[in-house]
């Protein structure tokens, strides 16, 4: 035991020795190339004087970097992540002017721009250096596995290694449809995920169908909470408060997380030694890296940015990450010049922040998030669920078959790759499930395609007044009419519901699914309310050519879908390949029926057209790849999963499967996943009443939720 003890030691100081002189050897070499960076003084000095200077200024750097630079990141937790990431080269490149005044009788120098340069390449050097002398040692990721699992093991006073229960990591490919995954694998962009669906490899791909509102905001709270109901769309108005609810917003995300709780009087999918990375929302884990409904807490460990810290306290992985980010930043102006170019369509703007935004999903988040998962994987824990981002925000504004999009599924499946090879050497077995909260389906805006927006035509259905614009628009005759009566003359007034002023409607879209809410109309409005108040709007909404249904409730006939022509249908008599949802294709019809019996859906309901031959839709956002609603591959996400695992149908799930056996709806896919988890872990255990505040939150971290 002594010796290897010594052994130990000898080998980690001698990988120090050596990431040293290469470091004092790089600094040497940056001295004779930059001329504004000197390591003598002005009248000169011997090789071996400047050596050691640059010995001296090494060491100094490397050890500021190992103890000043934690503590830096920590104090900037309160910075954005996008500036945390435009700040790492200033603070990379102080650090090193600190090192150089720190080198004796001032020998050392450098202007802050040159500084910047150095302590990039110093880093990235040291870096690649310390991974080299890692990899050719065989049993380092082993001896680092064994700390870690020997600690973990003394916390719990369990029995570890990988001969006990393996534990699961759920990697959630944000957008991904089950057709984008399996066309990229035949097409040998994704060839770890080509190898788990050859014949032979023991995987299994499984179709599922969204809800309704087929966006993370609600396929994600199902999937880790076990229920979205009273979630319709992405964003939508609750006229109780006069607040409009938006799932990316912390206090929202744990508003909904805390309802859905209270609901199934349980934690979460992951409350069982669990970890939760880059989500939405916690699923109940007491491990937490970028969870936004976290975000909204206070307090030690409830900060989504204290995810942070792990990853950037190394100034290796910052460096590395910063200048991934610039790269993706000129990747992304490089990609939409050549789209302005060419004059690809469809297109929309892609300027301003964008660049910025997408760098910080496509690099920072999955460095963070992957970092994340191979720390829970080196720790043992027993279910780790993480969210990779990348896809969908690229995919939303080049198309979710754009050539912009494939090369970020070739760059996840690298990330996949690497979490494959960790679990080789981690001190459990793992299995890896990989799947997908929706899809995305392609198609021209609303806007681009009929020159006006769905509150433009929501105004002029209710006289009121629009931008001047809209009287270009390609819509049908009574749409133009509609524009023009808003814009020239208003429309005659009458009956009781009109004697007071009514507000403006409140108008909001998710993707191609938009929502509309009269605040001045206590409850749901019905549709001879709104007829009474605005005649012109249902049926401007129903006859629209870019419109394929909407749902509204009926004062004589229950709820009902409209469509063009006057067609009208109520949901209770609403079937699959019938009707107004014929082209929506399997499911639509329960899809619509379980969103009408939601508290908060919005007076009028309005999906897009969908095209079946083109696979189109026109989304009520700025989006060429868009989801939110039906219609396409926005609808059919994926689970990826060891045959050793149970089928996902291999029993009655709750809600009842649908009619061709896939799985429907998220609460159905937590299900399984819940199941996957007991096959191997033995049941999660369930919040009783004494665990629950008066809010509905969860106490203790195991709840992790609030």
Same mark, same amino acid.
Do not use: C, F, H, K
């Given at each position: 035991m002594g010796d290897g003890r010594w052994r130990t030691a000898g080998s980690a100081l001698m990988r120090v020795i050596v990431v040293w002189a290469v470091s004092t050897l790089t600094m040497l070499v940056l001295a004779g190339i930059l001329p504004d960076f000197q390591l003598q003084s002005d009248n000169g000095d011997s090789v071996t004087k400047i050596a050691f200077t640059a010995a001296w200024g090494a060491g100094a750097f490397g050890l500021l970097s190992a103890l000043v630079w934690p503590v830096l990141v920590r104090a900037l937790l309160i910075v954005p992540a996008l500036v945390l990431g435009m700040l790492v080269f200033f603070l990379n490149g102080s650090l090193l002017l600190v090192a150089l005044r720190l080198i004796p009788d001032g020998r050392g120098a450098a202007n802050p721009e040159t500084a910047v340069v150095v302590a990039a390449v110093m880093s990235a050097v040291a870096s690649?250096? !310390?991974?080299?002398? *890692?990899? $050719?040692? /065989?049993? *380092?990721? $082993? #001896? #680092?596995? !064994? #700390?870690?699992?020997d600690r973990r093991r003394r916390r !719990?006073?369990?029995d570890g290694g990988r001969s006990g229960p393996p534990g699961t990591v759920f990697i959630q490919l944000d957008g991904v449809g089950h057709d984008v995954l399996a066309r990229a694998a035949e097409g040998g962009l994704m060839p770890t995920v080509a190898h788990w669906l050859a014949d032979g490899s023991g995987h299994r791909l499984t179709p599922w169908r969204t809800d309704w509102s087929s966006q993370t905001g609600a396929s994600q709270l199902g999937i880790l909470h076990g229920s979205n109901f009273d979630i319709p769309a992405f964003r939508w108005y609750e006229k109780e408060t006069g607040d409009v609810v938006v799932s990316s917003r912390p206090a929202s995300a744990l508003e909904l997380q805390r309802r859905a709780i209270v609901r199934t009087r349980d934690g979460g999918l992951l409350t069982l030694d669990g970890a939760s990375r880059g989500n939405l929302f916690s699923g109940g884990a007491d491990q937490l890296a970028l969870v936004l409904s976290m975000a909204a807490r206070r307090g030690k460990g409830r900060r989504s940015r204290a995810g942070y810290f792990a990853y950037f306290s190394d100034p290796a992985n910052a460096v590395r990450t910063a200048l991934s980010f610039v790269a993706e930043v000129g990747r992304e102006i490089s990609q939409s010049t050549r789209a302005r170019i060419r004059k690809d369509a469809p297109r929309i703007k892609r300027g301003g922040l964008y660049p910025f935004i997408r760098a910080f999903a496509t690099v920072v988040e999955r460095d963070v998030v992957v970092a994340a998962v191979i720390g829970d994987m080196f720790a043992g824990r027993t279910a780790v669920y993480a969210d990779l981002v990348a896809y969908d925000e690229v995919a939303h504004h080049s198309g979710p078959h754009s050539r912009d999009a494939e090369k970020v599924l070739a760059r996840l499946d690298r990330s996949l790759a690497l979490i494959v090879k960790v679990a080789e050497h981690t001190p459990r077995r793992y299995r890896i499930v990989l799947l997908s909260d929706h899809g995305q389906s392609p198609g021209e805006t609303f806007a681009g395609a009929y020159g006006l927006t769905l509150k433009d035509?929501? $105004? *002029?259905g209710c006289g009121l007044p629009v931008p001047r614009r809209a009287q270009r628009t390609k819509s049908g005759s009574e749409a133009r009419d509609a524009v023009r009566t808003a814009l020239h003359r208003p429309v005659e007034e009458g009956g009781t519901d009109t004697a007071a002023a009514p507000s403006d409607p409140v108008v909001l879209a998710s993707g191609n699914l938009g929502l509309i809410s009269f605040p001045d109309i206590d409850g749901r409005a019905t549709r001879e309310q709104l007829d009474r108040r605005h005649p012109a709007l249902l049926s401007t909404l129903a006859n629209h050519p870019g419109i394929g249904f909407l749902l509204v409730r009926s004062e004589l006939h229950g709820s009902v879908v409209l469509g063009r022509g006057g067609a009208q249908t109520p949901v209770s008599e609403l079937a699959d390949g019938e009707g107004l949802l014929e082209p929506f294709g399997p499911g639509a019809a329960d899809a619509v029926r379980r969103t009408d019996t939601f508290p908060h859906v919005a007076d009028v309901m309005v999906n897009s057209m969908y095209d079946p031959t083109t696979g189109c839709v026109h989304a009520f956002e700025e989006q060429i790849g868009s989801h939110g609603g039906l219609g396409g591959e926005q609808s059919r996400p994926f689970l990826l999963h060891p045959r050793t695992m149970s089928e996902p149908m291999a029993s009655r799930i709750s809600a009842?499967? +649908? @009619? /061709? +056996?896939e799985l429907v709806g998220a609460e159905q896919v937590h299900e399984v996943l819940r199941r996957w988890l007991r096959e191997c872990s033995g049941p999660q255990v369930p919040l009783t009443s004494d665990d629950t505040d008066? !809010?509905? +939150? @969860? /106490?203790?971290? *195991?709840?992790?939720? +609030?």
């Open positions: 690649a250096t !310390s991974t080299a002398l *890692a990899v $050719r040692d /065989d049993n *380092a990721y $082993r #001896r #680092r596995l !064994s #700390r870690l699992a !719990s006073g369990a035509l929501v $105004r *002029a009842g499967p +649908g @009619a /061709d +056996g008066e !809010s509905g +939150g @969860a /106490d203790g971290t *195991a709840a992790a939720a +609030g």
